[in-house]
């Protein structure tokens, strides 16, 4: 399971770094699709703090911050700690999340700009 790319189905330009959540999706060369929303402790805190008395995410994957390569670096920890599948949930395959599309067509997070991204 280590050939894979990760996507940003909502996108990622936009995104605080230190205090923020971004979904990503988590395509695995043989065609498995995973879903998983990476959060910041920042975000956590900024729910909890404007009220809310508790917060939840399903797939919820809590991370030091959102920058391209801690995202890349904490999944690939949970793959080698075999935690991956208890974070992420298997959505579908290449064939029915991305339509006509195939492993290679699709763009993975370190080649999309990054400009516009808060911290």
Do not use: Q
Not at 23 to 39: A, C, K, Q, S
Not at 53 to 59: D, E, G, V
Not at 76 to 88: E, G, M, W, Y
């Amino acid at each position: 399971m280590n050939n894979h790319k990760i996507t940003f189905p909502l996108g990622y330009l936009d995104t605080n770094i230190f205090n923020d959540n971004v979904d990503v999706n988590i395509v695995f060369e043989t065609g498995e699709v995973y879903f998983g929303t990476l959060i910041t402790m920042k975000n956590i805190e900024s729910f909890i703090n404007r009220g809310d008395i508790y917060f939840w995410c399903t797939n919820m994957f809590i991370v030091k911050d959102l920058k391209k390569e801690t995202i890349r670096a904490a999944i690939l920890k949970s793959l080698f700690d075999k935690n991956f599948k208890d974070i992420f949930t298997k959505i579908g395959d290449i064939a029915h999340i991305f339509e006509g599309l195939s492993y290679n067509d699709l763009i993975d997070m370190n080649d999309l700009a990054t400009e516009n991204c808060a911290s």
